[in-house]
Nanobody
């Protein structure tokens, strides 16, 4: 059983920064891709950023230049550094990992006040 444990969410003022972490535990497999999704109230869950095992990254247009995803393959951990946060970044952020199956974290709330 794989568990993804997220940390680092919270309340921050617009323009501030937060760093999210996601660590895999349990029967950990080698993940091909790890990433972050978010879901705001009344909206669909959307991809924020992802990173492949080889290091290739992908970002939503809305976060390019502000967010940086990084990973530690040895620890099966992925990070999301979020800078210049905006109120529209407010959402529940979910960690995602893909091997032969798809795994999700429980979500962490990020709230950006104006």
């Amino acid at each position: 059983q794989v568990q993804l444990v997220e940390s680092g969410g919270g309340l921050v003022q617009a323009g501030g920064s937060l760093r999210l972490s996601c660590a895999a535990s349990g029967s950990v497999f080698i993940f091909n891709v790890m990433g972050w999704y978010r879901q705001a109230p009344g909206k669909q869950r959307e991809l924020v950023a992802s990173i492949r095992r080889a290091g290739t990254t992908n970002y939503a247009d809305s976060v390019k230049g502000r967010f940086t995803i990084s990973g530690d393959n040895a620890k099966n951990t992925v990070y999301l550094q979020m800078n210049s946060l905006r109120p529209e970044d407010t959402a529940v952020y979910y960690c995602n990992a893909v091997s032969d199956n798809v795994y999700w974290g429980q979500g962490t709330q990020v709230t950006v006040s104006s």
